[in-house]
């Protein structure tokens, strides 16, 4: 799991990379008269967004999902360590 962690987070370039990646994919899925949305946060109301915006959507989500990912990973292996030490 570490090497993802590192192949991602090399330089902020393989968020960026998955990002494109996911958003070609969901272009494809659309076809040219697919749109993208966003839901305002407090009501349901969707309003259209370009490709550049809902690319920094996706960018913005795996961001959180590596930060999340990498410090879940983190914390269980310290535990474990703290865990196998102090056990008799």
């Given amino acids: 799991m570490w090497s993802h962690f590192q192949k991602l987070g ?50 913005r989500e795996i961001q959180i999902f590596v930060y999340v990912m990498y410090h879940v990973y983190n914390s269980n292996i310290m535990t474990s360590i703290s865990l196998f030490r102090n056990h008799p």
């Fill in 10 to 59: 090399k330089k902020g370039t393989g968020e960026e990379t998955m990002a494109k990646s996911i958003l070609v994919s969901l272009k494809k899925t659309l076809g040219k008269k697919g749109n993208f949305y966003k839901k305002e946060q407090r009501t349901a109301d969707l309003y259209e967004v370009d490709e550049e915006e809902a690319l920094a959507s996706k960018y």
